[in-house]
């Protein structure tokens, strides 16, 4: 069974940029065949999908993000992160790591193993 | 304001059926798959539904799922008070290459 755990900052500055780490366990992200992915969700939000990273370094940020996100992987440790610069009130959410669906399908864009979650607050 | 619309809430009795619809446009659900999500209070989202009707292994077949069209439907039948959560719609927006997700339909079991 795969497991992420999201962890880093819970309190970040405004214009200051938010990093987040999820750690995978049960499953290798080197061993390929999925994308590794960030979403968030406001306080009494929907979800909102911020990206995704290939073990070999391949990304995709939503277009909605996209200047302001950097996803990278650290195979050597399963862990893969977030980084997002500048942030303002407006990114305060709980932010979600996931494994996406199987990375050779069309139908990649569901999620089926999620972390628990980290509240990122910015505030100064 | 969402590229998917669900209706915000839902409601139904104990053992009883309920649907919950998310529309949207030939761009996202008319020619992509859907995927659906029960997110209980406090907790991170659960997939239901992948590939537009298809369950994950463990997710008992009280649900399912259908499209036609640029709408789709979560189906639950024989409600349990532990379904009471809110539910998401997602798939990917060919026009905005992007996933998109609707706002969430929070079901109450009566």
């Known amino acids: 069974q795969v497991q992420l755990q999201e962890s880093g900052p819970g309190l970040v500055k405004p214009s200051q940029t938010l990093s987040l780490t999820c750690t995978v366990s049960g499953g290798s992200i080197r061993s390929g065949g999925y994308f590794w992915n960030w979403l968030r969700q406001r306080p009494g939000q929907g979800l909102e999908y911020i990206g995704y990273?290939?073990?070999?370094?391949?990304?995709y940020y939503s277009p909605s993000l996209r200047s302001l996100v950097t996803i990278s992987v650290d195979t050597s440790k399963n862990q893969f992160s977030l980084r997002l610069n500048s942030v303002t009130a407006a990114d305060t959410a709980v932010y979600y790591c996931?494994?996406?669906?199987?990375?050779?399908?069309?139908?990649?864009?569901?999620?089926?193993?999620w972390g628990p979650g980290a509240l990122v607050t910015v505030t100064s | 304001q969402s590229v998917l619309t669900q209706p915000p809430s839902v409601s139904a009795a104990p053992g009883q059926k309920v649907t919950i619809s998310c529309s949207g446009s030939s761009s996202n659900i008319g020619s992509n798959f859907l995927s659906w999500y029960q997110q209980l209070p406090g907790t991170a989202p659960k997939l239901l539904i992948y590939?537009?009707?298809k369950r994950p292994s463990g997710i008992p077949d009280r649900f399912s799922a259908s499209k036609s069209g640029t709408s789709a439907t979560l189906g639950i039948t024989g409600l349990q008070t532990g379904d009471e959560a809110d539910y998401y719609c997602g798939t990917w927006d060919s026009s905005l290459s992007a996933v998109v997700f609707g706002g969430g339909t929070k079901l109450t079991v009566l």
């Open positions: 990273i290939y073990y070999t370094g391949s990304t």
């Open positions: 590939e537009t009707n």
């Open positions: 996931a494994r996406g669906g199987e990375s050779h399908r069309l139908s990649w864009y569901y999620f089926d193993f």
